[in-house]
């Protein structure tokens, strides 16, 4: 065993780094340096040393290398390919691979660290690894497989990913060091990340998780082995280990991994600082910021499956080396859609629901900008401290879980986890599951990247892939709630009736408003009651509930409080407070305009679908008399029409509920989408469909 375990030895005796830096030379458009390179190490490099290199330093170095070499050298139609070259680069790559190979026989497929590439496997060898020195070698074995037609490559790197990752905890993490024998995680080490004791009962103290060295490639190669080869076992793979890291562990590196996983909006904050770091590092650095500003590099119009390795080597594979998803597993998954969301700048305005206005602005314009900054440790220059003071308050973000887990429930009561449902009760399809009952299921919920909601990934022990639906046809879901001990069922919708009384000449009609008088415009929408708060049932309206006071109630949107999450810092008597949807809950909302002696309010969501807001009876117990507030959704379509309005009435809009049937009435008609979903805590479950 070495005394210095903890030395990246890669130092074979076989010319490391002219092998490394081969494809380096493409990227630099040095055709001649290429050919050069090429021919130096077909002259002058063997495997056949007596040298103990790491596997894993050995893999990602000269391995990839010599592979990225031989891709280039040997693809036609491009301008590093060479004429003369007969695929000496794929032969040395083979004999090296077949040399490395010995690592992988121990009882779990685990290779050991290091082999000796003219004798093998040597006496007294270390019996520890890491996780990202024996689960990262998928690329670079399985492309060599690909290329040679030999799968004993590619078989064995399979098999040490996955050995590591059925070992990974209950909620998915794996750890850092591994016995490549017994596959018993070890504890000989510390590191700085979370230690989730309580979770990860099959390993042994200190029970440790992270993303950075030792960990960090293994996420890195599940995502870009299914980018290269479509291989949709390592998506799942890196979805599921995604999510746990996301939710589990937090470090000050974290960022890049979020990178990987398509979050766009946290990309400004991963490239704020500059620190020293490793020469090793620093030459991938220059690699990537050279490519960065190289505008017209051909790189950046080859939307092929390329892929950087995490040694920077460009590895491909044309369509005849990919392999065809099975039929049985065809049928099983859908057509995944899988793309990052677009980058939405900063834009400063007055009124952020405003269409159409506004400045764009760098994120030091960002109201969050100075927390990102203090959690890098970015320290402001003289022009930041000239301007304003680094001592001040700043915004705090709201985020949102990336994951969790609900035990599921009709009327929101704790109830025991079901742990075995039956298919009676849990149903598999074709496309998904069907759920004929809710409760007691424990469902695992995972935010999509596109942020446009959250995802069921799992119910029970079922795991539900990227395409397949969950079906609910519970009907407790929707029987009805007896909040407040209400004795008369409520009105689903209502009919509302908002007017601008006194024209700006000045003033543009939108679609969906009407102009009555050459003085008048009104607008008439469906809104939609909510299971708490005052009941519009009740007669006279204009009586019991102020929000429908015959006269009408004034409409009033507060500039510093949009979402209606935070208190307000004025009282608004007698109006009805129009906010947008999400950052806390219906109820929050209600409450808060109750505490600035508001009439109610107005919400208006972000789609169209027909929501009524719904909360915890227990929660709306603790919150006492709510009988003379009230709260009505809008959808999203009839809300941006009623914030035009507002926007353009100088003398306030007036609100009035009428009597007429809703759905009849309206200017703007309710949407009627057939694929409803479920919402839970105010989140939409996007691969839901409700079928009562």
């Not at 330093?57 to 031989?70: A, C, D, F, Y």
């Not at 000050?252 to 990987?260: M, N, P």
């Amino acid at each position: 065993m070495r005394k210095n375990i903890a030395a990246n030895d890669v130092a074979g005796n076989f010319s490391l780094t002219l092998i490394d830096v081969i494809d380096t030379l493409v990227v630099l458009n040095d055709r001649q340096g290429f050919e050069k390179a090429v021919k130096n190490i077909i002259e002058w490099v063997s495997f056949d040393v007596n040298t103990k290199p790491q596997v894993f330093e050995t893999t990602i170095r000269v391995l990839g290398g010599l592979l990225s070499g031989h891709i280039f050298a040997n693809q036609t139609g491009q301008p590093f390919h060479l004429p003369w070259y007969r695929g000496e680069l794929l032969h040395m790559a083979h004999d090296l691979g077949i040399r490395l190979l010995p690592a992988f026989g121990t009882p779990t497929g685990l290779p050991y660290a290091r082999i000796n590439l003219r004798h093998g496997l040597t006496k007294g060898e270390t019996l520890e690894t890491c996780t990202a020195g024996a689960g990262s070698l998928i690329l670079e074995f399985a492309t060599l497989s690909r290329l040679t037609g030999d799968d004993r490559f590619e078989k064995a790197a399979h098999k040490a990913f996955f050995g590591l990752w059925n070992r990974k905890s209950d909620i998915g993490l794996v750890g850092n060091t591994i016995n490549t024998h017994t596959g018993v995680r070890e504890s000989s080490f510390i590191v700085q990340y979370s230690t989730l004791t309580s979770y990860l009962k099959a390993w042994i103290s200190p029970e440790v998780t992270g993303i950075g060295a030792g960990v960090d490639s293994f996420y890195e190669y599940a995502l870009k082995w299914y980018i290269l080869s479509g291989d949709v076992e390592f998506l799942d793979v890196w979805e599921e280990a995604y999510t746990a890291i996301m939710r589990y562990s937090r470090a000050a590196d974290g960022f890049w991994i979020i990178i990987y996983g398509g979050n766009i909006q946290d990309f400004p904050k991963s490239t704020t600082q500059t620190i020293r770091q490793p020469p090793l590092i620093n030459t991938l650095c220059d690699l990537y910021l050279y490519l960065l500003f190289d505008e017209e590099n051909p790189l950046h119009n080859d939307d092929s499956n390329y892929v950087f390795t995490t040694e920077g080597h460009i590895l491909s594979l044309r369509p005849q080396h990919l392999r065809p998803m099975s039929a049985p597993r065809r049928k099983l998954r859908h057509i995944d859609n899988h793309q990052c969301p677009a980058y939405k700048p900063f834009i400063h305005v007055s009124d952020a629901h405003r269409k159409g206005s506004g400045l764009v602005q760098g994120i030091q314009y960002r109201p969050d900008f100075d927390y990102a900054r203090s959690l890098v440790g970015l320290i402001p220059t003289q022009s930041d401290i000239d301007t304003w003071s680094p001592y001040g308050w700043c915004e705090k973000p709201h985020v949102d879980l990336f994951a969790y887990d609900v035990i599921l429930t009709p009327n929101g009561k704790n109830v025991a986890e079901d742990l075995s449902p039956s298919l009676l009760k849990l149903g598999i399809l074709s496309d998904g599951f069907v759920l004929q009952n809710v409760t007691g299921i424990r469902a695992h919920i995972v935010r999509r990247l596109d942020g446009k909601g959250y995802d069921i990934r799992k119910l029970g022990h079922y795991t539900v892939r990227t395409g397949h639906l969950v079906y609910i046809n519970d009907t407790s879901l929707f029987a009805h709630l007896d909040i407040g001990q209400a004795k008369v069922k409520r009105s689903a919708d209502i009919l509302l009736r908002f007017y601008v009384d006194g024209l700006d000449p000045m003033f543009q009609v939108q679609t969906g408003m009407r102009v009555n008088t050459p003085d008048e415009v009104d607008l008439l929408v469906v809104g939609y009651t909510a299971h708490f708060g005052g009941d519009f049932t009740l007669k006279p309206l204009s009586k019991s509930l102020p929000l429908a006071h015959q006269d009408g109630v004034a409409v009033h949107k507060d500039l510093d409080n949009t979402r209606g999450c935070h208190p307000y810092k004025q009282a608004h008597p007698g109006k009805a407070l129009v906010v947008h949807r999400g950052d806390c809950t219906f109820l929050e909302k209600l409450l808060h305009a109750r505490a600035a002696s508001a009439a109610g309010v107005i919400v208006i969501s972000d789609d169209d679908l027909i929501i009524n807001p719904t909360a915890n009876p227990d929660e709306v117990e603790a919150a006492g008399d709510l009988s003379e507030v009230a709260l009505v959704l809008l959808p999203k379509k009839a809300g941006e029409v009623l914030t035009d309005m507002m926007d353009q009435a100088e003398l306030g809009v007036t609100m009035v509920v009428e009597d007429e049937e809703a759905s009849e009435m309206a200017h703007i008609p309710p949407t009627k989408d057939p694929n409803r979903i479920l919402y839970i805590n105010g989140h939409p479950l996007l691969n839901t469909r409700l079928l009562v």
